[in-house]
């Protein structure tokens, strides 16, 4: 158990490095064209704000996880409450703020002629606002429940009365059905927005191929990278997705078992490696890593 222990921990923190340098370099990027006067664009926006929610997310996880591990005294009941809120609060901002990006990726790249569509990409930045403020309610949702299971998985000094431990089965049932519906219907979302690109993809290179220009245009690439984006997003998110409703099912009042930090580990890498993958899939950003790489370079040569 201890060599595994240290494993985990090892990777925790491997996950917590990695994140934070993308998520750091993501608001740093923007920021700094944003002191300078420059107009951030609306996905420049959601990518900051992303980066700076994941930032917190991954933060709220490390702490989690050492208090939980290592310095079980640090967490009073107080201090329990407060990280798990915070969790949650950065959590929700980190999901919606992906999802909000899918559905600006839809309304910028694809190309439908319906009505109904085109008045939606005229006003693509209200509704992405009204998708965030909307999401508000699911996070009024989820905390609640969230607090109740996390107050009576806190009492285990009541005992094993029958009615005591029914309750706390049910608050538990509930926390993870809510949980379930608050991720879902985002996931949903972006689910959507992957299978409208790609059916506006197939639209477009069809009608490549009838005019006998080809299909390796800039559209198709846009098509592409926004796609690839999107894919990502929701294969890291059914990982972290799996991994928190195993470790909510599987936490046994606040005891340590394998299980449980396993999925723990498993789901980080979805805060960590989404944000290296959004650094990849926009320009701007991967000139800035690679021009950041290369000054690295040069001075570990001058270092020798």
Known sequence: MSLLLSILSILVIAEFVVGNFANVFIALV?????????KLSCTDGILTALAVSRIGLLGSALLNWYATVY????????????VHVFWVVSNHCSLWLAVSLSILYLLKIANFSSVFFLHLKWKAKRVVLMILMGSLV???CHLPVMMLDLKMRMNDNEGNITWVTNLRHIARLTNMTVFMIVHIIPFTMSLMALLLLLFSMWKHLKKMQLSGNGSQDVSMKVHVRAMQTVISFLSLFIVFFLAEITTIWNSNSWKINSVHMIFQVVGLLYSSCHSLILIWGNKKLRQG??????????????RK
Request: charged share 25%; with cysteine; net charge positive.
């Open 138 to 140: 699911f996070l009024a």
């Open 289 to 302: 890593i690679v021009l950041l790489l290369l000054q690295l370079r040069c001075w570990l040569k001058e």
């Open 30 to 38: 923007n920021g700094i064209d944003w002191v300078k006067g420059k």
């Open 71 to 82: 310095n079980r005294a640090f967490y009073s009941s107080e201090v329990r409450i407060i």
